[in-house]
Nanobody
């Protein structure tokens, strides 16, 4: 009923920047919190940053000062601007959204993931 489509991943050198986007579509009534998670090989999926519908943000310590999460509520889209990238930021990045669908049911939705690789 709801699809999240991510884009913007790729290969970048250490110190570079990337901007991830995630657009939600489908039977959406409203979207509460949107977030970015990441999972590196052999590691558990971890929260990178989240943003509420009102714009309140939360960041993992590793992301503070380097990453900026934002959203466009009119477009049901969340962004992650990643600056000063480090090799340890290499991971698959997943978009997450807590969606109230038109049937007035809360659904936790995930994107398919986008690879971010930072070379040293």
């Amino acid at each position: 009923q709801v699809q999240l489509v991510e884009s913007g991943g790729g290969l970048v050198q250490a110190g570079g920047s990337l901007r991830l986007s995630c657009a939600a579509s489908g039977s959406i009534f409203s979207i509460n919190t949107m977030a970015w998670y990441r999972q590196a090989p052999g590691n558990q999926r971890e929260l990178v940053a989240s943003i509420t519908s009102g714009g309140t943000t939360n960041y993992a310590e590793s992301a503070k000062g380097r990453f900026i999460i934002s959203r466009d509520n009119a477009k049901n889209t969340v962004y992650l601007q990643m600056n000063s990238l480090k090799p340890e930021d290499t991971a698959v990045y997943y978009c997450n959204a807590n969606v109230l669908v038109v049937a007035k049911i809360l659904v936790d939705c995930w994107g398919q993931g986008t690879q971010v690789t930072v070379s040293s």
